[in-house]
């Protein structure tokens, strides 16, 4: 992530993601959408070669149920952008080895380690029923910012079988115990 992603990140609670990023965490998005855009293409296709077709009953549906699936994921997809926000009065130096024993628990591999962020991913076996996640670790004064989603370096994916969720609450609760 660069600085203005921080930053932005930070600021909204939001991650910001890459062009590249944004295509492989919505391409589900993408696809759905593809189905009913085809069948309008070729309909106005149709039209202006002077042969127009009325839509039938059948091509309604392929374009209304693609449509409310796209849009359906897209916010489900918007909505794990979200940083879960914890407040901690730990300094940076005591969070070290609350994620270091977390990230070894959980085989994270870290890939982006500074005082502003760390970014690590996950490499599971291919009967997971996941293609990786990555876990993306924010440091702001006093609160710490956790997200963990399907990894955008991988294939698109909308499911991880429970992993994000794992991710981010295991860290959560370690926080919370030494916060204590």
């Known amino acids: 992530m660069t600085n203005e992603q921080i930053k932005y ?57 693609p449509s409310i699936l796209g849009l359906l994921f897209y916010r489900l997809q918007r909505n794990r952008l979200k940083f879960k926000s914890i407040d901690t009065n730990l300094t940076r130096e005591e969070f070290d080895p609350i994620i270091e024993k977390v990230a070894n628990e959980l085989e994270w591999t870290p890939y982006v380690i500074n005082k502003k962020i760390i970014i690590a991913k996950t490499h599971p076996s291919f009967f997971s ?3 990786g996640e990555q876990i993306t670790i924010l440091f702001d004064r006093n609160r710490i910012l956790v997200n963990s989603i399907c990894d955008p370096d991988k294939k698109s994916s909308v499911v991880s079988m429970g992993r994000n969720k794992q991710n981010m609450d295991r860290l959560i609760e370690e926080i919370k115990k030494a916060s204590r």
Do not use: C
Request: net charge negative; hydrophobic share 45%; no cysteine.
């Open 9 to 65: 990140s930070i600021e909204t609670g939001e991650m910001k993601l890459g062009n590249w990023d944004k295509f492989t965490h919505y391409g589900i998005v993408g696809f759905l959408f593809f189905i009913p855009a085809m069948f309008i293409f070729f309909h106005l296709q149709d039209y202006f070669q002077g042969t127009p077709r009325p839509f039938r009953e059948g091509e309604i549906w392929f374009m209304i149920i």
């Open 129 to 131: 029923g996941s293609w």
